[in-house]
């Protein structure tokens, strides 16, 4: 496999990207051209790394005589193909990456490791090795069932994507429970049948199971047996390898996958499509910080296909692209099978006795939907059992030691409490009595799901009750499993975090209670209004689906703010046009495009001497940035995690090529003004400041 060593004068250089944090590429030499994309091991320091070749220059950048040769060219798999690689140099491009930390962590384990492809048991490489294991068949599809007759909104998204020559870009807004992904199914269909490829990307495949079981069940007869790939990050590394190599061969029609498949390699693609476009997972939060929603859009316009991007609550960024026309907009206003949206009632908690959280109105509102056999949901988004420990008598609080964070009050497994950091993972035990003033009467303060599922069972003995969130389902496959028995109805209450928000069809969820909903309606980040909204009609849009009629009860202290009036008139649009004015006048995205820069160190004062070196750094260039606003730096609100201090930095233009050119200057002169005491990342359109 390893090409012998070019010693000859006739050899070529070929330069190689790869995933060090050195800046690239790097000049190798070899007896003749490689293609641009393909894989090839080289010489790095004393390791030997893949890397993938980016071009064929005339002449090398650096000093001939010390340009190590290329040891193997790896031909396991074709070159990664022209249009992919326009992708990782745009992503490289716009999000301030080298480009080898773009190109090589997008690439499955086993293609970038030297050791899948040396020593006694590499024989021909992970994809030669592969191919001769017999793949499994993905588990019992689910039964294919008669698809229901498209409404009249359904055909028109449908016709619309279906007629599509080269690039479109259209947003799917339609109500919870409009049957989006009727419309996806449909139109993917469509182009399956013409031979094309359809890259279909979602927030969360595990959380939702049936949608991946009604793709293969429906799609079967004009994608084949064989012909899905799933892409994503809970994969094992042979998996995701199949998966890749499917999708770049063209034998996987359908490509389902979370962020990460943005970049899956595709052979011919006729359609994207993306989910629940305003999910919040949809961005990257290390590394190569991508949004895989704006990429998909990219490279839908590179290919020249189309793209579909769908919501109920679509981002603000996405609403306002559709109301300057960038975007075509469709629009499904009705429910599909229920007769009407749930009824939204906002209940007043500020003259309430409530039962650990919980109003008298959801307490029995719960009963009479137990009475009937129907389910109930009950959201709030705090996990474990109260958010901190405390001391009446002198005001002590759980903290972390490591973090500028509680400490969250757990119950563990056989009903002994145990006090955990949700942001550094620390443990410790419950104390006997207060650490300040030796009081025994320590108190839970506050409501996580655990508290209110305790809360609920004492209510309700003869409920049969479940909880949902990351504690509930840290084994694999538990989560498929706790909603399998909601759909069978073995469930009568459901507990749970966002986790339970998320994409579910359940027949006989009649009732949704909302629990501190408040805590997101005063938060700094200017984006909070748009989550909390999206997030409560998502998971209002859980009730009454089918015959049931729905109702949620949502408990606040401030029923008269915005947010909370427009999610009970069901008035999406209300609140978007209220929300983007809001940033018209503040100045905010989508008016304005922002980068921000963060730092890490051991000190607070280092970040924050770091971030003001780079502040000053960018505003005395050669030419200051004109249109280009560098906000103090400022600690972050939890500053310390896991005894870490951390600073950011806001850069801020009104115009992205602006910010663009601004930042390709900037980032280059970081990495000498951080030293190695400063840790420091750059993100380009952050969703959290
Ligand atoms: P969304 O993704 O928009 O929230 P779904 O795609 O889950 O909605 O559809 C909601 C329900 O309506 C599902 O049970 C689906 O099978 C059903 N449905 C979708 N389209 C139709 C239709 N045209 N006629 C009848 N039922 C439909
Ligand atoms: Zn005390
Ligand atoms: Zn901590």
Redesign the pocket.
């Known amino acids: 496999m390893a090409d012998s060593h070019a010693s000859d004068r006739s050899c070529r250089w070929v330069r190689v990207v790869l995933d060090v944090p050195l800046p690239g590429p790097f000049d190798y030499r070899h007896d003749g051209p490689i293609e641009a994309g393909t894989r090839v091991i080289v010489p790095f320091g004393r390791r030997k790394l893949v890397g993938v070749v980016v071009d064929n220059p005339a002449e090398p950048a650096f000093d001939p005589a010390q340009i190590k040769a290329v040891e193997a060219v790896l031909q396991d798999l074709p070159p990664l193909s022209p249009d992919w690689l326009r992708l990782a140099r745009f992503a490289a491009d716009y999000y301030q990456r080298p480009l080898g930390e773009v190109i090589l962590p997008a690439l499955p384990g086993p293609l970038r490791k030297v050791s899948a492809y040396q020593g006694k048991r590499s024989a021909g490489g992970p994809v030669a090795r592969q191919s001769r294991r017999r793949r499994a068949q993905a588990g019992q599809d689910a039964a294919a069932g008669e698809p229901?007759?498209?409404?009249a909104p359904?055909q028109a998204a449908v016709d619309a994507l279906l007629g599509c020559q080269g690039f479109g870009a259209w947003l799917l807004h339609?109500v919870?429970?409009?049957?989006?992904?009727?419309v996806y199914l449909r139109a993917a269909e469509g182009v399956l049948g013409r031979g094309l490829q359809v890259l279909m990307l979602v927030p969360e495949i595990n959380l939702t199971p049936q949608f991946e079981a009604a793709l293969r069940a429906r799609l079967r007869h004009v994608a084949g047996e064989d012909g899905l790939a799933v892409l994503h990050s809970g994969l094992a590394d042979g998996e995701r390898l199949a998966s890749w190599t499917r999708a770049a061969s063209g034998q996987a029609r359908i490509v389902l996958g979370t962020r990460l498949a943005v970049f899956a390699p595709l052979q011919s693609p006729g359609l994207i499509v993306v989910d629940e476009e305003h999910d919040p997972s949809y961005k990257q939060q290390d590394g190569l910080r991508y949004s895989a929603r704006d990429l998909a859009v990219w490279r839908a316009r590179d290919q020249g296909v189309p793209v579909v991007l769908g919501s109920?609550t679509p981002s603000l960024e996405t609403w306002h692209h559709a109301q300057r026309g960038h975007y075509r907009l469709l629009s499904?206003p009705d429910r599909?099978?229920a007769s009407s949206l749930p009824a939204v009632r906002l209940i007043d908690t500020r003259r309430l006795y409530m039962e650990n959280g919980m109003s008298p109105q959801l307490l029995e509102g719960i009963g009479e939907r137990l009475a009937r056999g129907e389910q109930s949901l009950v959201f709030l988004n705090r996990r474990g059992y109260s958010p901190a420990l405390h001391c009446p008598s002198c005001g002590w609080v759980s903290k972390c030691p490591r973090c500028t964070a509680f400490s969250v009050l757990h119950r563990g497994p056989h009903g002994k409490h145990r006090l955990q950091c949700h942001h550094c993972g620390h443990q410790a035990r419950v104390p006997h009595a207060c650490p300040d003033c030796g009081d025994q009467d320590l108190r839970p303060m506050g409501r996580g799901t655990q508290r209110i599922e305790e809360t609920l069972a004492q209510a309700f003995p003869a409920a049969r009750i479940a909880r949902i969130d990351a504690d509930s389902t840290r084994r694999k496959g538990s989560a498929q499993a706790l909603f399998a028995q909601v759909h069978a109805g073995e469930i009568d209450i459901l507990v749970g975090t966002q986790m339970v928000a998320k994409?579910h069809?359940f027949a006989r969820l009649s009732l949704v209670g909302v629990l501190n909903a408040d805590a997101m309606l005063f938060s700094q980040d200017f984006r909070a209004p748009e989550r909390l909204f999206a997030q409560l009609m998502q998971v209002s849009?859980r009730a009454g689906?089918?015959d049931l009629p729905g109702e949620v009860l949502i408990q606040t202290g401030y029923p008269e703010q915005f947010v909370y009036q427009a999610l009970m008139r069901h008035d999406y649009q209300g609140f978007a046009r209220h929300a983007l004015q809001e940033r018209e006048a503040t100045g905010m995205p989508p008016y304005a495009y922002q980068a921000l820069l963060s730092a890490e160190a051991r000190e607070l004062s280092v970040a924050l001497d770091f971030l003001q070196d780079a502040r000053e750094a960018g505003l005395a260039g050669a030419a200051p940035p004109e249109g280009i606003t560098l906000y103090d730096p400022v600690p972050l609100r939890i500053v310390r995690v896991a005894d870490i201090e951390r600073a950011q930095l806001l850069a801020e233009s009104g115009s992205r090529p602006a910010l663009q050119a601004f930042l390709r200057g900037w980032v280059r002169r970081l990495p000498e003004l951080a030293g190695s005491r400063v840790r420091w990342q750059l993100e380009v359109d952050p969703l959290e400041i």
């Open positions: 229901p007759a498209l409404n359904q339609g919870t429970g409009s049957g989006k992904t009727e109920a499904l599909a099978r994409g069809d849009g689906r089918h």
